[in-house]
């Protein structure tokens, strides 16, 4: 069974399966395989998932996982939590023991385990419904976006069944197309408004040029959630990202408005910094596929169940061209203050370490601008994001649904394998690379050329902000060296402490970039990061 399975989901369209070998999913690694599925073996399972996580939203593409059964699930749950919240469409392949083996070591309730973090368990019921079940697990993660467990029994697995004919692969249902009234009600709230701002979200990501015509026959102002980062690149009138992330200048314009407009956008307590963003008489329209996904953040006064490319398109028709926010004095705000790097600051940098946002801005300086960045998760995370520039929004990966350490050079290791042709890019604390350091490894055996900066505080920084006046022990530590560590894994690898230490950057782009080059940048405290301020706030 496990060869039909395999090439049941190459038929599907599986290009790439992520994972860790065991005995439980070795037959059905290799029967992926031989039907043409590329497979990269991770070192830990969690870094399996969430390079999948990773490849699948860069490529808008079903990734799969392959896990032993057990620990091999349990090892993974954090990523497959990840995947959950995101919204990605994945499919992780889970070997399970078999129903009478109920004192197996193995035996754990599996489907409870992906219902407890977000994931929608399957199952390959018999060896006579194996396709069916396998389709309707990837109908599941392709048509409705969700991470989904597909539990395969050890004892079915081995089962024996006859060669079915070629599977016809299920066509993508249609968009979901918004109501008239509803367009006319969100024409209407335009027509009306002198200060819009268009937020668009994940769901918008697919739909740059619909939103770019819609905003500049209306005179919106453009800007992103965290995870669309890249949308409107190049737009003048772009304000880069929404909530915690946005500069002084792009907070103040998106607070200004008088309508927000969220596209596939949750507009929730990051994207809106906990409601400040939104004025006591601003107007909040939102335009969603999901149903559900309407008013389930914040109130808004309108609320649209469509297709964010479909509603764009139907709007634009029903609206006249009118200034609305772009005039002047905006854009002239915008050319001078929009960007972080244009923002001044006081370097903080000491003798023996660099201020994080000196060595942001160096470096966005010295990189190509064909890059995909991913940024783990602490309290770092707003440098690389505020301060390197992507080129569109397959040029950022954020993998922080559930604000989870460590997950960053596994999600750089998916991204770079989504988009060879770009450079990658992991941006992590030094607490976050060391709990995902087991794939540095998988890196350097993958040959990709990838640049990895730590920014290294040799501490928990946000444990360290957040509680500042307490007994720190807990939470910092000794200075390491990863560096060395990273050498030790084959990687090419520098302390960075000033600027002038980022000399290597330009030698290693100029060379054969075989293996990545990791900078153990010894950073400067900042006082506490000031998304870390804002989102601790209310914590």
């Not at 399972?45 to 091999?72: F, I, K, N, W």
């Not at 083996?101 to 929608?120: E, I, K, W, Y």
């Not at 109130?299 to 029903?318: K, S």
């Not at 942001?360 to 300086?365: G, H, T, V, Y």
Request: net charge negative; charged share 20%; glycine share 10%.
């Amino acid at each position: 069974m496990s060869e039909i399975v395999g090439r049941t989901l190459a038929e599907l369209g599986i290009s790439k399966v992520f994972g860790v070998v065991g005995s439980g999913n070795f037959d059905l690694t290799n029967a992926l395989r031989a039907h043409g599925v590329d497979y990269i073996a991770a070192r830990h399972e969690c870094g399996a998932t969430v390079m999948a996580d990773a490849y699948a939203r860069m490529t808008d593409t079903v990734a799969a996982v392959s896990l032993h059964q057990g620990p091999g699930l349990t090892n993974a749950l954090t990523g497959i939590a990840e995947a959950a919240k995101s919204r990605t469409p994945l499919l992780i392949l889970a070997a399970d023991t078999p129903g009478a083996s109920v004192l197996s070591n193995f035996r754990v309730d599996q489907s409870a385990l992906a219902t407890a973090v977000g994931a929608t368990p399957e199952r390959i019921h018999s060896p006579d419904t194996a396709v069916a079940d396998t389709l309707r697990a990837f109908r599941i993660a392709r048509d409705q976006r969700r991470c989904v467990v597909l539990n395969l029994p050890l004892d079915i697995q081995a089962a024996h069944i006859p060669v079915p004919e070629t599977l016809t692969v299920p066509k993508l249902p249609e968009s979901v197309r918004p109501g008239a009234a509803a367009v006319a009600k969100l024409a209407g709230l335009l027509a009306e408004s002198a200060r819009p701002v268009f937020v668009a979200g994940r769901g918008a990501r697919a739909y740059g040029p619909e939103l770019r015509a819609l905003a500049e026959a209306t005179g919106a102002l453009l800007a992103t959630s965290a995870v669309a980062h890249g949308l409107f690149h190049s737009d003048p009138w772009s304000l880069g990202i929404s909530g915690g992330f946005a500069s002084p200048a792009a907070a103040e314009l998106i607070a200004g408005a008088d309508l927000i407009v969220g596209w596939g956008c949750a507009l929730n307590m990051w994207t809106m910094r906990h409601g400040n963003l939104i004025g006591p008489g601003t107007v909040v329209a939102q335009v969603d596929s999901d149903a559900a996904a309407l008013g389930a953040h914040r109130p808004v006064d309108l609320g649209i169940h469509g297709d964010v490319g479909e509603t764009a398109r139907d709007v634009l028709p029903r609206v006249s061209p009118r200034p609305g926010y772009r005039i002047e004095r905006v854009a002239e705000h915008l050319a001078a203050a929009c960007k972080w790097r244009d923002v001044a600051f006081e370097d903080v940098s000491t003798g023996d370490r660099i201020d994080p946002r000196v060595l942001s801005i160096a470096l966005d300086d010295l990189l190509p601008a064909e890059r995909i960045v991913s940024v783990d998760s602490g309290n770092f995370m707003g440098y690389p994001s505020a301060y390197l520039d992507v080129p569109d929004q397959y040029g950022f990966c954020f993998t922080q649904a559930f604000q989870s350490i460590g997950l960053g050079l596994a999600t750089a290791i998916g991204a770079a394998l989504a988009r060879p042709d770009r450079l990658p890019v992991a941006a992590l604390g030094d607490g976050g690379a060391l709990m995902g350091i087991a794939e540095l490894e998988t890196s350097v055996r993958l040959g990709l050329p990838m640049l990895i900066v730590i920014y290294n505080d040799h501490a928990y920084g946000a444990e360290v902000h957040h509680f500042r006046d307490t007994d720190l022990g807990a939470v910092t530590f000794p200075d390491t060296d990863i560096a060395a560590l990273a050498r030790g894994a084959g990687c090419e690898a520098a302390v960075v402490r000033c600027v002038d230490d980022l000399d290597i950057v330009p030698k290693w782009l100029a060379g054969q970039r075989n293996t990545p080059l990791l900078l153990d940048a010894k950073i400067s405290s900042d006082g506490g990061s000031w998304w870390l301020q804002e989102a601790f706030a209310r914590h």
